[in-house]
């Protein structure tokens, strides 16, 4: 064992009190050391970190809608829904209330606990479409779900009469490290991103952000999307992984795919430096193969996307994710 890096290791996972794991000045040197570790230390040492503070059977479903698609004033490199870009995503204008509450109740029958919402909005703005948002909202924590919604930019009013609808969680990601974002998004900075995060925080609504794999970004840029992350404090309760989907028609439509032990390192390295963070493998899963996804699970990842869509494009189905987890000896999360 001598000169492992198992030895040396710089997870302090041996200390006495859980909360020593809990820490905000992770630097790029020792998050890109944990990357970098032996496959079998890394997934060892998450599942270390993974076991103090979360049940490892279980694996929480969430489902996704879009209530309002397509037309983004946004030019996101990435996204099917920016009005830069010719994907083929049919425009659609805010959903009817009645019918964004139909879907959760049927997410929920299908075993989610968690319902969110996305908008292709660039920021919330005042007026009827706002309000009927917060009625959804309402009305969907009724049924008993955790709701999520994604809707652009926020301001702190914005945040709290959401917080005061009852909404568990607002989802807003960063996408990449601060260095490589102006190369995927030149329409908003990363500070304005921070600040609404800053603004949910402050609302009481709990935190869900992440990023994306795959857009040409380097490691550094991995490194440091996890730095500014885990220096959030706290730490964001939610943590998507994506790995992109790639969208003929957007500037990123022929990168070329993630490979599948870099999604594994990605999300064990959040599940160490996050240790209380739920970890999503977000999207990116029809591509992916049962094992590479049961790596994911080893490595820390607690949720998934449930139902046959994301926001715009596939997702594996529910029959073919009841077997997934069945296979692999885990069961979903039951309501709260
Ligand atoms: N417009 C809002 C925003 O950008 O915050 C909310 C909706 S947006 C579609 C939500 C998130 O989906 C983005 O922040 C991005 O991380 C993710 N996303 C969008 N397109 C994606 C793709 N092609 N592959 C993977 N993730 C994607
Ligand atoms: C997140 O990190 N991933 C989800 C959710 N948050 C909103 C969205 C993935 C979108 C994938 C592309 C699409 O379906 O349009
Ligand atoms: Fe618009 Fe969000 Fe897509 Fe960016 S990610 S183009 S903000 S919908």
């Known amino acids: 064992m001598v000169g492992s890096p198992w030895n040396n290791s710089i997870v302090p996972h041996l200390k006495p009190s859980p909360e020593d794991l809990i820490r905000h000045?992770?630097?790029?040197?020792?998050?890109?050391?944990?990357?970098?570790?032996?496959?079998?230390?890394?997934?060892?040492?998450?599942?270390?970190?993974?076991?103090?503070?979360?049940?490892?059977?279980?694996?929480?479903?969430?489902?996704?809608?879009?209530?309002?698609?397509?037309?983004?004033?946004e030019d996101c490199a990435y996204c099917p829904q920016s009005a830069y870009y010719e994907?083929?995503?049919?425009?659609?204008?805010?959903?009817?209330?009645?019918?964004?509450?139909e879907a959760a109740r049927q997410a929920r029958d299908n075993g989610s606990?968690?319902?969110?919402?996305?908008?292709?909005?660039?920021?919330?703005r005042q007026g009827p479409e706002f309000e009927r948002v917060l009625e959804m909202v309402r009305q969907i924590r009724e049924l008993g779900l955790e709701v999520c919604c994604t809707?652009?930019?926020?301001?702190?009013?914005?945040a709290k009469r959401l917080a005061e609808a009852g909404l568990t969680a607002y989802n807003h990601n960063l996408d990449t490290g601060p260095d490589y974002y102006s190369r995927i998004i030149s329409t908003r900075t990363y500070q304005d991103r921070l600040q609404t995060l800053e603004h949910v925080r402050e609302a009481?609504?709990?935190?869900?952000?992440?990023?994306?794999?795959?857009?040409?970004?380097?490691?550094?840029?991995?490194i440091a999307l996890l730095r500014v992350l885990s220096h959030l404090n706290p730490h964001p309760e939610s943590v998507p992984i994506n790995s992109l989907v790639r969208v003929e028609g957007t500037p990123l439509g022929h990168e070329p795919p993630v490979d599948p032990i870099e999604i594994v390192r990605m999300i064990a390295t959040?599940?160490?430096v996050m240790p209380k963070s739920r970890v999503r493998l977000s999207a990116g899963r029809t591509?992916?193969?049962?094992?590479?996804?049961?790596?994911?699970f080893v490595a820390g990842a607690n949720s998934i996307f449930s139902g046959e869509k994301l926001l715009t494009t596939p997702n594996p189905g529910i029959s073919h994710d009841r077997d997934l987890l069945a296979k692999l000896g885990l069961t979903p999360l039951e309501r709260l």
């Open 87 to 101: 994907s083929g995503v049919n425009s659609q204008a805010l959903l009817d209330t009645e019918e964004v509450v």
């Open 287 to 296: 591509e992916m193969s049962v094992e590479t996804q049961a790596l994911c």
């Open 204 to 222: 009481g609504v709990t935190v869900c952000c992440g990023g994306i794999l795959g857009m040409g970004e380097r490691l550094q840029d991995r």
């Open 151 to 158: 809707l652009g930019m926020l301001t702190l009013d914005q």
């Open 270 to 272: 959040a599940r160490i």
């Open 25 to 73: 000045d992770w630097s790029d040197e020792e998050i890109e050391a944990i990357h970098n570790l032996p496959i079998p230390d890394l997934l060892f040492q998450a599942q270390l970190v993974h076991r103090r503070y979360h049940d490892p059977q279980k694996v929480q479903l969430c489902t996704l809608l879009s209530i309002k698609t397509g037309g983004c004033p």
């Open 113 to 124: 606990t968690r319902f969110c919402m996305g908008a292709a909005w660039r920021e919330v």
